[in-house]
């Protein structure tokens, strides 16, 4: 359950600041281009480093490699894969996207991680 | 005016590319590249480059998170692990800059809800010119980033004439700018002028964010039979003379800041009510049938350790314990900071010159001379600046007489022997012109024998007691034909002063002026020496 936690923790990090923070600091006003990039760059180009971008889907699988079978069979982890399914899904979804939108689905993801949090941490 | 300068420490790109994107009104500072997002990558990098040139930053932006390899890491504790340290890697930069740099302002970033920073909210919370990004947005960012400028700026000006750089009194400050922020009281212990009530008003109500009114009580000036009333208010008839219904100084002070000052002074019976008040953030008025609420920020300060008189069985040690001997706050003496003495010394004079008593003698000397109406004190070591204005030159020995003095009342009796300095030394400059005497030169030397005479006239002044027992007692300095004249009126006043807050009682006098009650005759006689006459006062 450790683990689990940690994973999920993680997730948590990754998503508030490589998916949600670019759009979040995006000014008010800013173009839709510039919208459009932040996502697709969000999703798609989700952690840089020195061997070049990683997708967004990419670390998700991986991640869900990690979980136990004891946790992936829990609600709250179905309610937390179809969110993060949706997410990933804003990268194909025709334009022009909705920066508010966005912002919300992320948001939602967000949540399902403290829901799984609290019930790991509670049961731990 | 130049842009304030951002560094950015974060293991990837991502806020450095916010910087350098969307916040023009900042400079980012670039360490390895000329244009474009740059930042410092990990916290020993950080720390190599802030040695070279932490002068080139004005603020930190620090990430939390930092997925490193470990020896890319500080490590966070001895025991700690990779990934904790990876998680917490922000927090060991950040005590690592705290080490070396405990002024500099640092923006710690964190992603939205980051549960990890739960774990270390309390080690941030009392960490002074240190802010946690608590939103993720543009505006959030700024804000936080123009706050922690700000409060860099204030700190280097708020108090301006207390703060030096003696290390005790950086810690007091840093101590203090956290408690500030929160509804819990602070207990401030120190010697009698040690600054006690400016600090209360100057740094810890103006950053408490609170609108209501300061408000100060000074409890040694209170019959101790009206305290509980003068304190919590009370309705017409509630006792004799009580004939109409009185606010107390708590619901003054709602929605603001209550200082009580001497609270050493309070009686154990109205302790108690203390107390409960305290506890339960309610009053009653004496002879009200109804408690109030009221809000108040209260700062206790006592001359005398507490805890002393809790084990002599003066103080309650319930409300000791309430008041809270962690927000418990020790203001130095001078003398245990005599490396600021200088620095108090210059800013008592830039003050001192500015005094309704002492500036129209300032101008008149330095319109005769054909200078700016600014005086500035210069002493050996100092750094010899042009000046367009006057200047006081202080000779070493001038210097070592104040380096050497005791300086029983602390920071007051250093401000009174220095504005008392000033406004001598004008006035006989001014005598000077005005006798025909041609002063070519803006630098006025002071003779140490002066400083010798007025540091003995403090003394026999506050001959068992101090000056800061003239706590709340205003007294005015005027240029007179000579020093025993300055020092005779100071006198007056202060006997003045006492008289009426004693009501005339020598015997109070002499127990506040001596410690001994039964030396009432021999403050008489004094009182009698300097021109004082009881029958005359009296008529007033």
Known sequence: MKNDIECIDDLRHDLAKYLRQPLAYLPKDAPQEAVESAIDRALLETRRGPQGARPAAEIWHELQSKLSAEFRATREFNTLQLRVESALALAHAPHPRDRAIAMRVFDEVLAATTEALDRMESTE | ?540
């Open chain 2, 1 to 540: 005016m130049t842009a304030s300068r951002l560094l950015v420490i974060d293991d990837g790109l991502d806020y450095a590319r916010i910087v350098d994107t969307h916040l023009e009104e900042y400079e980012l500072v670039r360490p390895t590249r000329e244009s474009g997002p740059d930042r410092i990558p990990n916290g020993p990098a950080a720390i190599e480059f802030l040695a070279a040139r932490h002068r080139d930053v004005d603020c930190v932006l620090l990430d939390m998170r930092f997925d490193l390899p470990a020896e890319e890491l500080l490590p966070l504790s001895p025991s700690s692990s990779q990934k904790n340290n990876a998680r917490f890697q922000g927090v060991a930069i950040l005590r690592a800059i705290r080490d070396r740099w405990p002024d500099l302002p640092v923006v710690l970033l964190t992603a939205q809800r980051d549960l990890a920073l739960a774990d270390v909210s309390d080690e941030l919370a009392a960490q002074s010119m240190t802010y946690v990004l608590d939103g993720d947005d543009l505006d959030t960012l700024r804000i936080r980033i123009a706050g922690a400028l700000r409060a860099a700026r204030d700190e280097n000006s708020e108090g301006d004439v207390y703060w030096g750089t003696a290390l005790a009194n950086r810690v007091v400050r840093r101590h203090l700018r956290v408690l500030c922020r929160g509804s819990m009281p602070i207990l401030l212990e120190g010697e009698t002028g040690t600054g006690k009530s400016y600090l209360a008003r100057t740094l810890i109500h103006c950053n408490s964010q609170r609108t209501g009114p300061f408000v100060v009580a000074d409890l040694s000036t209170i019959p101790r039979d009206l305290v509980a009333s003068y304190l919590f208010g009370s309705t017409r008839g509630a006792f004799t003379g009580a004939v109409s219904d009185r606010e107390g100084v708590f619901a003054e002070a709602d929605g603001g800041t209550l200082f009580l000052d001497e609270i050493q002074n309070t009686p154990l019976e109205v302790q108690r009510q203390l107390l409960v008040v305290l506890q339960e953030r309610r009053i009653r008025p004496l002879g009200a049938a109804k408690d109030r609420t009221v809000d108040v920020k209260l700062i206790a300060a006592s001359n005398a350790p507490l805890r002393e008189l809790v084990a002599r069985g003066e103080f309650r040690q319930d409300l000791y314990m309430r008041l809270g001997p962690a927000t418990r706050v020790r203001l130095p003496a001078l003398r245990e900071r005599r490396v600021d003495i200088p620095f108090l010394a210059e800013k008592f004079v830039e003050k001192a010159a500015s005094h309704p008593d002492v500036a129209p003698l300032l101008e008149t000397v330095a319109s005769s001379l054909g200078a700016k109406p600014t005086l500035r004190l210069n002493g050996p070591g100092a750094k010899r600046r042009a000046t367009d204005g006057l200047e006081l030159a202080l000779p070493e020995a001038a210097w070592k007489s104040l380096n050497n003095h005791e300086w029983p009342g602390n920071i007051r009796e250093l401000e009174f022997v220095v504005h008392n300095l000033v406004a001598f030394t004008l006035f006989q400059a001014s005598d000077a012109l005005e006798a025909g005497a041609d002063l070519s030169q803006r630098s006025f030397q002071i003779d140490p024998g002066l400083v010798g005479e007025l540091l003995d006239n403090v003394a026999s002044l506050t001959q068992g007691s101090t000056v800061g027992d003239a706590e709340g007692i205003a007294i005015e300095v005027h240029a007179s034909e000579s020093l025993n004249a300055v020092s005779v009126d100071v006198e007056r006043q202060y006997f003045l002063n006492l008289f009426e807050r004693y009501g005339g009682d020598f015997s109070r006098m002499a127990e506040h002026l001596l410690g001994n009650g039964d030396k009432a005759r021999a403050v008489q006689l004094r009182f009698n020496q300097i021109g004082l006459k009881v029958r005359q006062i009296k008529k007033r």
